[in-house]
């Protein structure tokens, strides 16, 4: 019997019999369509937050005010942090060496306004170097121009959206923008960056930090991003950072974290929870296979004259063996591979109610689902298909 | 359930030539059935003898009683047995795509059996698209597809209205004549007279053997009606 024979008598009978087919199929489908979407679901959170992180570049460490442990004790005593100041980030620059990029940041939220037109917008206060640090391009003109961070010029970069409001259908470089109470000429247009961290990068302005702390009458800096030479470094810069702000401060007053630390850890608990997730869908899967076994016991049941005659008419055991495990591994994979399109289609929709999110199933989960509908069949098809190869032909053809 | 074994057949002695046509008759739970199912090897006798072109069944393996069924041995029943989701032709073709049969050879033989059975315009008609007599005529085709030496029919008229029945026998005395051997068991005694030889079994015995005509006369009481 060839293989091509026993895959077209499977199938004749698998269709013969559709309602029953497709509704065994359905539940494989299920399982392996579950299988697919929540993995890509879980997939994607992870990469998602690493995309976000990543997009702050490779190396960094980032400093903030005030300590991640809770504070008391005097009121007015130890609770409130010093400034992180612009001396602060100078300071690191010029005294560790394993610092090669480092950029202060200063944030608040001002009404940014051109003629009539007038938005509220994030201000964020850098330098130069924050292109470099978080990989930002511009679209027109340029970035902030190099130069000392104490030297507050009075020139703005527009995020795309900003621009596009402000300025409608006209180029802002070299025209002049009134942030509060300031004027400061446009000399730059950042490309499309999109949400980042919580942020829109394009419906920010950025000026040079020490004219953002004037504007936004801030003493204190809000973050300060350092790139490290090489991550073996990481670690000791950390600790050169925190010692060296603490030295300062004359007390352990700010936090110092590590991008990849950071993103280790969502990645630790988004991954466990794609596992958790595809564990689950198994167990749907697992489920459909016994919903098989029980269909392919109903269709030898129903066909013990079926058995019968096929052996009257010279099929061997192995014959009839083979003939009921392929249905049982045909309904499967063809579950399996209806299971791999549903779940694809799921994602496609999930992804375009959140386009944000990287949704996509890993190799892994497709494969392993798929494989695993099809050992389905196989596991759940032999106690069905020995069952019919049991079956005397003699009492099976005489329908008892 | 359970008891004492029932000895189906006792003491059965019988030596069938190639090319013979023999009738088996009797009342029901007589045997025949069992008889038939040994002759097929479907069935094995828990004791005793049979012998098939010389070899002893019982020495066979299941490998090899598989092939014995496929090559040597037809099989016709009451109720055609034929597969409902396939067509006429497809039937026919089941015992060949068992024994490796390519798939061209295979419709060109099949066609050549339904042709010869004139059903080659009823090729892809599904049982139940077919009358009776059709049906048994498919089975028939199926049954001798393979180049069987033994065919072996069970009742073969007993669901077919009397012209069906007649054009089944006609059919079958045919292939006898072209050197099937043939086994029929039946209850119908004008079934039975068309055999050169007639077996009557009651409990399990041979009780009378002898000419289909001349058992006709003498075993008018015996038989029930047909079921």
Redesign the interface.
Known sequence: MSPRDLLRFALRALVGHRLRSALSLLGVSIGVAAVVVLTALGDGARRYVTNQFAAIGSNILIVFPGKTETTGGMPGFGGVPHDLTLDDAEAIRHDLIGVEKLAPIAMGTETVAHGERRRQVAVVGTTHEMMEIRHLSVARGRYLPPGEMGRGEPVAVLGKTVAEELFPGADPVGQVVRIGAWRMRVVGVTAHRGVQVGLDLDDVVVVPVATAMRILNRSSLFRIFIQVRSPSEMETTRQKVVKLLTDRHREEDVTCLAQDAVISGFTAILGALTLALAAIAAISLSVAGIGIMNVMLISVAERTREVGLLKALGAGRRQVLAVFLTEAILLSTVGGLVGLAAGEGGVGILTTFYPDLPARPPLWAIASSFLLSVAVGGVFGVLPARRATRLDPVAALAGR | MGGRPVHALVDVTETIAAGDHVAVMGPSGSGK?TLL?IL?C??RPSSGSYRLDGREVGDLD??EL??V???RIG?V?QFF?L????SAL?NVE??M????V??AERRERARAALGSLGLLGRADHRPDQLSGGERQRVALA?ATV?GPSILLADEPTGNLDSASGAQVLDVLERMNASGLTLVVVTHDPNVARRARRVLVLVDGRIVRRGTGAAIQEASAGLAPPPT
């Open positions: 059935s199912h097929g479907l069935d299941e490998a598989t092939l069924r496929r090559h099989f029943f047995h597969v409902p989701r396939l497809e089941v015992p795509i068992f024994a490796g390519p798939g199926r393979m």
